[in-house]
Each structure stands twice: as structure tokens, then as C-alpha cells.
């Protein structure tokens, strides 16, 4: 017979007063920052605060100041007003995550944009992830084949390397991603398209994608005109599932549009809270922020998985000493430059070699096609130095063997770089090409 006594004897060690939730109350907004006094949150927590009338606007702690905290929410404010109550949901940011992603198009907190139900997702991490030991990293040792001749010749990148595309606008960034996203071999491809057009997520994953590459990759989502903080949150969650797949032994490929509107978005939060402005506007967490992203990419502990990431700058007025540029040249392991000169001549892709390098070449591929790619390199380089005397005839043949050379091959090289969007070029029928060239 159940004794009554002994059941709440034991019962009652094992009760527990819930956590108390503490509210506190909206003081001030001013743009898009919400200010809040009454609560502590850690720097981002995610809270709700609830308008007299029903509205419901979710946020993000970005800062404080004293007893003060600066908000920054999700959606326009609409509805809101002063005294509403303010509640902390979480206090980190933590992402659901697992293999019922693939083939599946999110935003930056992890919902559904392409109509169909959540998906199961059994792992829960970090959004900003965990670094890795630089001394634990394996290295970049193998060649990986982009199906891009300009680039397989004479920039060769290795599985695990992080590099950029950099361009000014409508010089064909985007031409350039869709052909590295179809032609690279690759386990698992995330793509992070940030703070780009609305339209061309859908374009990008029908065009680029089509159904049987979207089978194997992760799109995440966050167009220009959502939230500031919603754009770095759909990079942090690019980053972190990419790291999700690469620490299952996958070889990932990575693809964030654009590393400029991440550092547009933090440009934004940075200002709203009162950062002081540095170069063009940027405040210094901008320069902290990108080496951070930048170093979550690579070769995976001790080589088991990779993250190689391609990461588009957008280079503001064709300014090559832009700040954003500046910092991604330095962090990143190479850079593929494209030339708005060869955009208008109908040159594509747009690859200047000029400013274009792959920091870890020689260390894949032989003596041999080192010295043919910078053979390459070398003629392409004098002869559009020389151009203008060329193409007005006053350079006198023979004054320089080297240009002699680069002027009876120009038409070669012209042919070899460029390239049909939709036709991949395998890497040792790239190098046979390259070979009869300069023979």
C-alpha cells in the first residue's frame, strides 16, 4: 500500500523553485537601438519586449552602459513604446544543428525560408563556435580542382584555403562564386548570401545550385533589408555549420557573399551604440570581427575535415586600398582579383593576375608548373604594362625579348583565360594547356 508520507518525504529534496524572471522596462529608442533599464543581460542575450497593445519585437543585447542596456532588434520596432516590459528569452546563442539541413534554405536564426517544416536537428552548438588550436591544424597539402582555368593554371589553392574574390560592383563576383560553387568537388557546400539583393537568392540557388547541388548544401539567408543584427547572425550560423560538418571529417566548401556587408552590418550596430568611427565610417570592432570569421575556416584538427572559404569584398569605387579590402588581403591565404577593364571587354571571368596570388601555391603543385605559371604570370604582367605603347605602334620590335614574347602568345593567353560560366575545365587538362602554350 502507497504510504502517503514517505512519497512526499521523498519527493520533496528533488523540488525546485523555477529561476525567477526578472522584467525590465523600455527608456528610450533612438534609430534602431532600444535602450532598457531593470534587467542584467550578458552581451548577446536575446530578449522580447512586449508592446501595451500585443506587440512582440524580439532583440539582441549589443551593449551597456552601467545599469543600461543597448538593443537591437530583428524586426522595425513598430508598436513599441516607453515603459513596455522587456524579458530575457536566452542568454547565449545557441543553434539547433545537424544532417536535415542539407538541402535546406534558413535564415540567420535558423528558420525555414523555403516553405517547408523545421527539420529534425539533434546537435546543439555555440553560434560563435570554438577556435582551434593553430598548432592542432593539419595543412593545406592537397590540391583542390575549381573547374576554373584562370584559376587552376596559375592560382592554385589547396583544399582548406581561405581566399577572396575582389571586385568593384557588376564585374561578375557572383558569375565567378556560381562557377566555383558547381565546379569545385566538394562533401558539403554552405553558402551564407549576406546582405546581398533579395532577388538573387533564389536565382543563386535555381542558377548556380539547381536541385542536385542543393541536395548536398546549406543556403543561409539574410538579404539587405533585414536586421543588422540578423545579417551577422546568418554569417556566425554559416561559419558554424560549415565548422559542424567539417568536424564530422567532411571536406566543406564555404561561400559567404559578401565579407563587405558583414562588416557594413557591424558598421551599423558599432555606430548605433556609440563606437567611434575610424576608417570610412568603420569602428575598431569591425577590424576585430572579420580575422575572427576568417580564422574558423581551414583544415580541421590534426587534417581530419576541412573548411575551404571563399569569401566576395566588395571594393567600394573600384578602391583597391579600401579598409575592408586591406584587412581581407592581410587575413585571408590569397586573393583573385577581378578587373572592370576586362569586365568591359567582355573578358570572363575578369581575373586580373595583376594583385592576384595564392599564398600556399608552392607548396602544391611541382618546381616544374611553378615555373610555367609564373612564365604565365610574367608575360601576362609586361605586356599590360606595355599595352598603350603596343596598341599605338611605337614599341620597335626586338627592344625587348620578353614583351617580343608576351605579344606573339597575347592571343593564346587571352583564349586560355576565358571561360563559359557553365563549362567546367579539369585541372590537368588545364596545366596540358598551359604547357603547350608556353612551349
Known amino acids: ?87 530575457v528569452m536566452s542568454n547565449s546563442g545557441q543553434v539547433r544543428l545537424g544532417a536535415g539541413l542539407l538541402g535546406r534554405v534558413i535564415d540567420g536564426r535558423g528558420q525555414p525560408l523555403d516553405g517547408r517544416p523545421l527539420p529534425h536537428l539533434p546537435d546543439q552548438l555555440s553560434l560563435l563556435g570554438y577556435p582551434l588550436n593553430p598548432m592542432e591544424r593539419g595543412p593545406i597539402d592537397t590540391i583542390l580542382d575549381v573547374g576554373v582555368k584562370a584559376i587552376n593554371s596559375v592560382l592554385t589553392i589547396g583544399r582548406g584555403q581561405r581566399i577572396g574574390l575582389v571586385a568593384g560592383s557588376g564585374v561578375g563576383k557572383s558569375v565567378l562564386l556560381g562557377m566555383l560553387t558547381r565546379f569545385t568537388k566538394a562533401d558539403v557546400v554552405v553558402i551564407g548570401l549576406i546582405g546581398e539583393r533579395g532577388r538573387e537568392v533564389q536565382a543563386f540557388i535555381a542558377e548556380s545550385l539547381g536541385d542536385e547541388g542543393l541536395a548536398k548544401s546549406v543556403v543561409i539567408a539574410a538579404p539587405a533589408n533585414v536586421s543588422p543584427v540578423l545579417r551577422l547572425k546568418a554569417t556566425h550560423m554559416t561559419h558554424v555549420i560549415a565548422e559542424y560538418f567539417r568536424d564530422q571529417g567532411k571536406n566543406v566548401l564555404m561561400l559567404c557573399d559578401s565579407l563587405t556587408r558583414v562588416a557594413h552590418a557591424q558598421r551599423e550596430i558599432g555606430l548605433a551604440i556609440g563606437e567611434p568611427p575610424t576608417a570610412k565610417g568603420y569602428p575598431p570592432s569591425v577590424f576585430a570581427l572579420l580575422p575572427n570569421l576568417i580564422e574558423r575556416g581551414g583544415v580541421g584538427r590534426h587534417g581530419f575535415g576541412s573548411i575551404t572559404s571563399i569569401y566576395t569584398v566588395l571594393a567600394e569605387g573600384d578602391d583597391a586600398s579600401d579598409p575592408i579590402v586591406d584587412i581581407a588581403r592581410a587575413s585571408l591565404d590569397g586573393q583573385v582579383m577581378l578587373s572592370r577593364r576586362l569586365a568591359d571587354q567582355a573578358h570572363y571571368p575578369a581575373i586580373d593576375l595583376n594583385g592576384s596570388i595564392s599564398r600556399v601555391m608552392q607548396v602544391l603543385v611541382s618546381p616544374e608548373e611553378l615555373r610555367q605559371s609564373n612564365k604565365f604570370r610574367r608575360l601576362w604582367s609586361v605586356y599590360q604594362q606595355n599595352a598603350d605603347l603596343v596598341q599605338v605602334g611605337a614599341y620597335e620590335h626586338g627592344s625587348n625579348p620578353e614583351l617580343d614574347e608576351a605579344i606573339r602568345l597575347r592571343d593564346q593567353m587571352v583564349t586560355f583565360l576565358r571561360q563559359e560560366m557553365h563549362a567546367p575545365e579539369d585541372y590537368d587538362v588545364t596545366r596540358d594547356q598551359l604547357r603547350h602554350i608556353l612551349s
Request: net charge negative; glycine share 12%; aromatic share 4%.
Open 1 to 87: 500500500m502507497l504510504d502517503f508520507g514517505k512519497e512526499v518525504a521523498a519527493t520533496l529534496p528533488q523540488l525546485r523553485v523555477p529561476d525567477p524572471k526578472r522584467s525590465g522596462t523600455l527608456v528610450r529608442l533612438v534609430g534602431l537601438t532600444l535602450e532598457t533599464r531593470g534587467i542584467m543581460a550578458p552581451l548577446g542575450a536575446c530578449c522580447e519586449v512586449l508592446g501595451q497593445h500585443g506587440h512582440r519585437v524580439e532583440a539582441e543585447v549589443v551593449g551597456f552602459n552601467d545599469k543600461t542596456l543597448y538593443l537591437m532588434p530583428f524586426t522595425d520596432p513598430v508598436g513599441v513604446g516607453p515603459g513596455d516590459t522587456v524579458r
